[in-house]
């Protein structure tokens, strides 16, 4: 099973250029290094939306960090130095006790 994995984006169009999470899925392998993909929801209203699905990805800009997808307990680090920049219903997310 593969672990969920995850990239963050800004709006540049807020004041504080709020941060959104999205899910990244393996697109192909270069070597034995994955190489990541936005995850393309099955609800086609929903494909390419970020986790709070108030943005798509090609709406957003890249950050620093876009360059990699971290799991979910170093995208939990992450936010957390990020801090009151990330959308608090994309972070939630990582929170929550859901199955699947």
Known sequence: MNK???C???NPNSQ???LHL???KIHHFEGKEPIYCFYPKSDKEEKYKCVCKKFQYDILEETEESDKAYDEIEMRELCAIK???VCGICVASLYGNFKN
């Open 8 to 10: 963050l984006m800004k």
């Open 83 to 85: 801090g009151r920049q």
């Open 22 to 24: 999205f899910e990244m």
């Open 16 to 18: 504080n250029e709020e």
């Open 4 to 6: 969920k994995m995850y």
